[in-house]
C-alpha cells in the first residue's frame, strides 16, 4: 500500500517515480550560516576545534544540511526549529565525528530523536504552516495538501516517522528500524497502521 492511495482519496495527484510521492519544502540553505555557527560553538567549545577543521566534515555538513533540515521539517511542521533540531545534531557529531563510521545514519538517527524529543517537550503544540507539498503530474508549481499536512501530524509520532522515513527519505524497513529502535516486522505495522489512520480520516 502506498502513500500516495491516501492522498488519492482527496483528488491530489502524486507523483515522485515508482508510485511515491514527492515531497518538497520551500526552505533556503543555512549551511554558510550553519558553518558560522559551528565555528562559534568551537570557539566557546575547545573540544569541537580540533574537528571545526576536518575537511571531510565540512563537506559533509555541505552535502547533507539541506536534506536533514527537509526532513525534520516534515516531522515538525516549523522551519526555524528544523533548522536548530538539525544544527544541535550536527554540533553533537561534531565531537566525534571520526570517530563515528555512517554519520548519514548517526545523523538521520539523531534528527529524528531530537524532533521526537521536541514534541515530547511541547506535547502537540503544532505550527499551522504548509508541512509538506504533493506536486501535481510531477510539475513545478506546488500543490499544498493543508488537510493530509494536518492528518500526518495527527498521527503519534512513530507512525508519522515510519511513515516519512518511508516515502520521504525512501529507506527501506530494516534501515527505519535501525532508527526507530524496533524490527523490520514492527516497522512494516507502523506504516500501515499510519496509512491506514490516515485514509480513514481523509475519508471522514
Known amino acids: 500500500m502506498e502513500v500516495a492511495e491516501a492522498c488519492s482519496t482527496q483528488g491530489v495527484p502524486a507523483d515522485g517515480g515508482e508510485g511515491r510521492p514527492r515531497f518538497i519544502s520551500p526552505l533556503p540553505s543555512g549551511r554558510g550560516q550553519g558553518i558560522a555557527r559551528l565555528k562559534e560553538e568551537a570557539t566557546a567549545n575547545p573540544e569541537l576545534d580540533s574537528a571545526l577543521h576536518s575537511a571531510s566534515f565540512e563537506a559533509f555538513y555541505v552535502a547533507s544540511y539541506e536534506s536533514l533540515v ?11 526549529i528544523a533548522e536548530d533540531l538539525v544544527q544541535d545534531s550536527f554540533v553533537r557529531l561534531h565531537r566525534h565525528y ?5 554519520p548519514d545514519r548517526y545523523m538521520r538517527r539523531a534528527v529524528v530523536n531530537a524532533s521526537r524529543s521536541y514534541f515530547r517537550r511541547v506535547g502537540r503544540e503544532r505550527d499551522k504552516r504548509p508541512l509538506l507539498y504533493v506536486i501535481p503530474g510531477g510539475g513545478d508549481g506546488p500543490g499544498g495538501s493543508g488537510e ?23 529507506l527501506s524497513e530494516k534501515e527505519i528500524g535501525e532508527i526507530l529502535g524496533c524490527r523490520p516486522g514492527t516497522v512494516g505495522s507502523l506504516i500501515h497502521r499510519g496509512l491506514e489512520r490516515m485514509r480513514k480520516a481523509l475519508d471522514e
Not at 70 to 80: G, P
Not at 98 to 102: G, H, K, L, Q, T
Not at 158 to 168: D, P, S, T
Open 148 to 170: 493530509l499536512n494536518d492528518v500526518l501530524l495527527s498521527l503519534p509520532y512513530r507512525q508519522r516517522a515510519a511513515i516519512v522515513l518511508r516515502y520521504y527519505s525512501d
Open 70 to 80: 527537509r526532513l525534520a521539517y516534515v516531522l515538525t511542521s516549523s522551519r526555524e
Open 98 to 102: 571520526e570517530n563515528v563510521e555512517a
